[in-house]
């Protein structure tokens, strides 16, 4: 890949180009956020086919969160184990439902979406093995409000059309993008750069010929 030059896009301007490709996707609700942090959990590391089995097998084994927090850690692990990881991720969950119950007596998260996103953010990273990805993921999909979750492609992608710089890590990231475009389009760029990722701008070998952004991405190989 050739060596990359700084480039004049926007985030805005990105989403433009990506439009045409994905349209501009709408925010629904995935899940109720306390599933949304398990499910966050058990897509660590793994394939979003494997942690999607993973979860409707806990789920459909406990049915509540409150039954999957008094399971024995045995149990989670079984019901877990065909996502990769289950002697990691189910004591990962039973640490992090213990905590919300000791704090909240309850394990309903409904409440952070009346805090500023800030706050919330620094709520959800208190939690054992939470970092700003798993946080933003629930502040995005369950509860709606304009966080940045930043996955592989995501990262890969900012980086390639030069959104941010070259040192910049996945974690710095999510602080950078998040305000580069109004609050009311961040889940639609989230969107965008992920389809877009996984569609044509690959880790290895670049369909840079297919890219509807080519000519403007200051490392195409075209």
């Not at 942690?51 to 927090?69: C, D, G, M, P």
């Not at 965008?192 to 195409?220: F, W």
Request: aromatic share 8%; proline share 6%; net charge positive.
């Amino acid at each position: 890949m050739p060596r990359r030059k700084h480039s004049q896009l926007s985030a805005t301007e990105v989403m433009s180009y990506l439009e045409k490709d994905y349209g501009s996707p709408k925010w629904e609700l995935r899940y109720d956020p306390t599933f949304e942090l398990i499910y966050t959990i058990l897509s660590q590391h793994t394939s979003d086919i494997n942690s999607e089995r993973a979860f409707k097998n806990l789920v459909r084994k406990f049915k509540t969160v409150e039954a999957i927090s008094n399971a024995d850690e045995n149990e989670i692990e079984i019901a877990i184990r065909m996502g990769g990881l289950s002697k990691i991720k189910a004591p990962r969950i039973k640490q992090v439902l213990n905590q919300i119950y000791s704090e909240l007596k309850s394990f309903d998260l409904w409440f952070l979406k009346e805090m500023p996103m800030k706050e919330a953010k620094e709520w959800l990273k208190n939690l054992p093995g939470i970092g700003p990805k798993t946080a933003a993921i629930i502040l995005c999909f369950s509860l709606g409000m304009p966080a940045m979750p930043v996955d592989t492609h995501i990262f890969r992608v900012s980086k390639r059309l030069g959104l941010i710089g070259e040192k910049v890590n996945a974690d710095a990231a999510h602080d950078i993008l998040e305000p580069m475009v109004d609050p009311s389009d961040v889940f639609a760029f989230h969107m965008q750069l992920i389809q877009h990722g996984r569609a044509i701008c690959k880790a290895i070998n670049p369909k840079c010929s297919s890219c509807v952004i080519a000519e403007k991405c200051p490392s195409s190989k075209n």
